[in-house]
């Protein structure tokens, strides 16, 4: 039975660094020969994926890890283990957890000799860092009294100002017991607080200040060029109703009106459908009135961009553009723009107020007496763009 190597090398790595765990956590040397021993765990490996009796009792289970948002830390901790949260729990390597992978024999805390070291255990509750949770910046945290890290990290981000301090908190007391363990040099706990604002302060200071969101520009209507006319066109949904409303409104190149029109239609289409529509009805419109160079603008800019590319582009409406497009003939020049609702408030004005007409109405030069204020509005916005 031939074995992969990339089983092999799996294996071998796997045990290699059994080995390191053991040498570090138990003072244990190995003498096998490690060829050996690898080669003989992939053939055990091998036998148990071609045994199908074994296979039935594998289980495959996929761990989904997901990086912090940027600018954050994040602090993986789990306060169950086996149906027990109050023994291990955590994915930090504490004594408990350790020794229930059997890499180390004792779950004993190596600071105060005494308890079992779980993840509660080795931040918060061991009684040689209790100095680190006496500051000030933790009083209300002084009767807490959790059953695990999970509860307890719960309370800190449902309850406390400052979960950041906290996590760097955690972080120090981590490092302090890493640093005793390997017998190396190691703050006190009551310092570990006052070095964990400094981290934080020095973290929070690397962060680039974000610039100031400038207040978006008010679109506002722009007149087309000397001698020209711009054919302002939108629609209107009314549901309860079960109608659908057009506004079209021609002005020159001083702000003028020279026609608008509101009209009045069944049933409630869709917004595009009824865009579509209003920009037929705008096209028709114009030609009316005698115009034959304008630019055609409207606050739709999947009708715009259709428009600009033959119609082809959106096959809900492909229909309802055809009508457009055989009337886009009788002009000599015409011209397509998108405008946002902002600079199109007459047009969507006139497509509001065609629920107050029985079928359509035309107004020569002039708008509803209601909508006067929309015109002198975007007049009045053209004389400040020219000053």
């Known amino acids: 039975m031939g074995v992969p190597w990339s089983t092999l090398f799996t294996l071998g790595v796997w045990c ?41 009792s594998l289980t495959t289970i996929q761990v989904w890890c997901l990086p912090p948002p940027e600018h954050w830390f994040k602090l993986n901790s789990d306060g169950s283990s086996l149906g027990n949260p109050s023994k291990a729990g955590g994915a930090l390597p504490t004594k408990a957890n350790l020794c229930r992978r059997h890499v180390t024999e004792s779950a004993t805390c190596e600071r105060c000799i005494r308890e079992e070291e779980t993840t509660l255990h080795s931040l918060w509750s061991c009684s040689k860092i209790v100095s680190a949770w006496t500051a000030p910046e933790w009083c209300a945290c002084q009767n807490l009294n959790p059953s695990n890290f999970k509860e307890l990290l719960s309370w800190i981000l449902n309850n406390h100002g ?28 009551d310092l570990v607080v006052a070095q964990a604002k400094e981290r934080l302060d020095e973290f929070i200071a690397t962060i680039p200040l974000l610039p100031p969101a400038l207040p978006r520009p008010r679109m506002k209507w722009k007149p087309p060029d000397v001698y020209g006319f711009k054919i302002n066109f939108d629609g209107a949904i009314f549901k309860q109703e079960n109608k659908s409303g057009i506004g079209v409104v021609i002005r020159d190149h001083s702000g003028a009106v020279i026609a608008s029109l509101s ?39 999947l009708i715009i961009n259709s428009l600009k590319a033959g119609g082809k582009s959106i096959a ?41 007409v029985s079928n359509y109405v035309v107004w020569m030069e002039e708008v509803p007496t209601s909508l006067i204020k929309v015109v002198q509005q975007d007049i009045a916005n053209m004389a400040n763009q020219f000053q």
């Open 263 to 301: 009209q009045l239609t069944a049933p409630a289409f869709q917004p595009i459908e009824i865009e579509a529509l209003a920009v037929a009805r705008a096209l028709e419109f114009g030609k009316e009135i005698g115009i034959t160079e304008a630019v055609l603008e409207g606050d739709s800019e």
């Open 162 to 189: 400052n979960p950041e301090l906290f996590a760097m908190t955690t972080w120090g007391l981590w490092h302090q017991r890493n640093q005793a363990r390997l017998l190396r040099p190691f703050s006190s706990s």
């Open 16 to 56: 290699l660094w059994l080995r390191r765990n053991n040498f570090i956590f138990r003072n244990q040397h190995n003498i096998k020969n490690l060829m050996a021993e690898t080669i003989a765990k992939a053939f055990e490996f091998a036998f148990l994926g071609l045994n199908e009796r074994h296979c039935h």
């Open 316 to 356: 809900s409406v492909e229909s309802l553009l055809q009508d457009a497009f055989v009337l886009s003939n009788c002009y000599s020049k015409l011209l397509y723009s998108h405008c946002r609702r902002e600079g199109n408030r007459l047009a969507h004005s006139l497509a509001r107020y065609s629920i107050n």
